[in-house]
């Protein structure tokens, strides 16, 4: 139809018993999408409402299946509702609505319009219908009876904690900064064993007395008690009556990376040298390079691949930490950091990655339940990984910001600071200035295995 053309729309509500049904009742409902199919020159040719269901009991909400039927029979081609959580909450309703809305225009009061024809419109669609808010409620019943049972045993389940002086949950002056550095590490990049290392090797040790282990350090990081927050069968139930050593916010967006795949609990870092994967070799182009000791003891890095290039770790090695802190010396090197400062970007970012990823659980659990046919729940991965990718592009700016966290930036003291790096940061900052391309040994050198450093042979490409 031309956009010119009347539009008949189909205005759509339902109250549940959540926080905004109880504020907001059906008919003020009603009344606000009139008015906007007004504002529109929209005819309201047809009025759905589900009252008192709420969009995830998996009960049939007539009303939406009426408004899906209306759809597909062209009754209507426009819907206007309240909220897209008025409209979907599930991701099968919303998977049924991208079925048979194509070239319908929906229109909401208070989040303005979805494009479901766009793959950033169908991105904003399943993060409005999904946004952290309604993942919670999502498991709030589930959550207020398990509150309701913990908060008539009282006290936290805990007796002593590491981070917190022991009885009084009242976090610990020596060992809550450490941790607060921990959950930093991590979120700059760092890895779980160089935490352990560094804890280990200044005799902070666990509760239990002995040595932090990677799985030791991976559960602790995980544990819900270090934001302040109560768990109960490995689920959130609500806040905890202590202060937390770090903020939600920090402790979800470390939990993302913590349980990243190849992550798991306790898994070693298959990384035993500095620069392992994070060179290109010059001769095939592939960034296998990967270090190993030879018969002599040195480290060198080879090209797996081609098998072409290598390179020794006492020459490559101190020539990245100079080339990173001349480079985090120069005077512009502040700007590094300027563009992607905005905290509150990287926090929605990182939700909205989080709510897409908790997506990805819900169809398979959805999928299991019988809710998805395969083919829907195939679309609605491959919808949902493709914005979890355009997310990735865009958080990947807002990572620069971690990496350089804490460093004196465009200073000469940023050398003696990068030196004290933990090699997982040394990696990380690599990766965000600068590609390594290492050429194979020139004619002079051949046989010699390059035993003579030619700095000629790496070409750095600034990113
Ligand atoms: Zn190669």
Redesign the pocket.
Known sequence: MSPSSRRKAAVYVRISLDRTGERLGVERQLEDCRALADRLGWTVAATYDDNDLSAYSGKIRPGFEALLDAIKRGDVDAVVCWHPDRLYRKLSDLVRLLDVADGVAIRTVTAGDLDLSTSSGRMMASILGSVSAAEVEHKSERQRRAFSQMAQLGKPKWRRAFGYLDDTHQPDPTTAPLVCEAYASILAGGSISDIVRQWNSSGHYGLTGKPWTPTTMSLFLRNPRNAGLRAHRGEIVGLGTWPGLVSEDTWRAAQTILTAPGRGPGRKSVRRHLLTGMLT??????N??AGKQTLDKAIVYG???????SIRAEFIEPFVYELIAGRLAMPDAVALLEAEQDEADVEMLRTQRATLLARLDDIADERADGLLTGAQAKRATDRITEQIRALEVQAHDAEKARVFDGLPLGSDDVAAAVQCLSPDRVRAILGVLAELVIAPVGKGHRGTDGARFDPKRIQVVWK
């Not at 090209?303 to 290039?309: T, Y």
């Open positions: 070799c010059g001769k095939c182009g592939g296998q390079m090209c797996k691949q081609c098998h072409g290039v």
